[in-house]
């Protein structure tokens, strides 16, 4: 395979950078971030007129479950990591979300904010060693 | 394709299913990303958050290296803004480097890049999969000083 061939192969691969698809209360994402080879899904909804929230789903949850053992260990580091990029963590529905105004941030900046978060957390070996050096 | 006005209109469907939405959206995340391409690589920008507010954007560098090799490339960003902060980078040497031994595919490099390699599986790259583990891994190095600590372990011994 050509290097151009290879080049045009990574441009095209970020016309699918995800799939959505509508329903009545509001838009499920499917991501192409994957934790083990588990593909994560995002959700979008209108909370007000102007105001939107994307937030993690049942994957995400299921994954940080089998992940930790015990989400519920973990409350406060989630809490604390999230709210450093203006994201939640809601310890209840195990999610995390962020709810922005239209005209405070675009659509992709949420969404890759999100990301970041995701990654972050979907990630907690890497930071949870850093603690055990002296 | 229709350019579509971002209207919650737009974006939220009152069927079950709405092909417009789905677009629109998509629109809308393409829209914060920029692509360059290169003769030999691709620069892709996307929305970057540190938390103390100083980037508000990355870009990563994909390469192809061969015909199993797909490279992508920080170009030392994610290090620079660690040391910006937390003023230099020695107190993480150790840290850099086992986080690059337990992830196996990320290499830390000369002028601070951190790059990450993509093989590809039975001729097949997932280059979305790698771009969005870079992003974490960016995530997680440029922000390595600020994480809450903890003795517990997350893999296979929560307490």
Redesign the interface.
């Known amino acids: 395979m050509s290097d151009k061939t290879l080049l045009d192969l990574c441009h095209k691969s970020f016309d699918s950078i995800c799939n959505t698809k509508g329903n009545h209360w509001g838009l499920d994402i499917s991501t192409t971030i994957f934790f083990d080879g588990n593909g994560m899904a995002f959700h979008l909804q209108q909370v007000e007129p102007k105001t939107l929230k994307i937030h993690t789903d049942q994957s995400f949850w299921e994954w940080l479950a089998y992940a930790t053992l015990d989400v519920g260990c973990y409350h406060e580091e989630i809490k604390t990591v999230a709210r450093r990029f203006g994201v939640a963590w809601d310890e209840q529905k195990l999610e995390l979300s962020i709810t922005f105004r239209r005209n405070a941030m675009t659509i992709s900046q949420a969404y890759f904010r999100l990301a970041q978060v995701v990654g972050i957390v979907g990630n907690f070996r890497h930071y949870i060693h850093f603690k055990n050096k002296p | 394709m229709k350019d579509f006005e971002?209207t919650?209109d737009h974006?939220?469907?009152?069927?079950?299913?709405?092909?417009l939405?789905?677009q629109a959206?998509?629109k809308?995340?393409?829209?914060?990303?920029k692509?360059i391409?290169h003769t030999?690589?691709?620069h892709?920008t996307?929305?970057?958050?540190c938390?103390d507010k100083k980037q508000n954007s990355i870009t990563f560098e994909?390469k192809?290296v061969d015909?199993s090799v797909?490279e992508i490339c920080d170009n030392g960003a994610s290090l620079q803004m660690l040391e910006q902060r937390a003023g230099n980078l020695e107190q993480f040497d150790?840290?850099l480097s086992?986080?690059a031994k337990?992830?196996g595919r990320i290499k830390f490099a000369s002028g601070k890049n951190m790059t990450l390699t993509v093989w590809s599986v039975n001729g097949r790259?997932d280059?979305?999969?790698g771009?969005?583990?870079m992003?974490?891994?960016a995530?997680?190095v440029a922000?390595?000083d600020?994480?809450?600590?903890?003795?517990?372990?997350?893999?296979?011994?929560?307490?």
């Open positions: 971002y919650p974006i939220f469907c009152k069927t079950d299913y709405d092909p939405s789905a959206f998509g809308h995340l393409h829209d914060g990303i692509i391409r030999d690589k691709l892709v996307v929305p970057f958050v938390p994909i192809p015909d797909i150790g840290w086992d986080f337990k992830e790259f280059v979305l999969g771009f969005f583990d992003l974490s891994y995530s997680i922000n390595a600020l994480y809450p600590l903890t003795q517990k372990q997350a893999y296979g011994g929560a307490k």
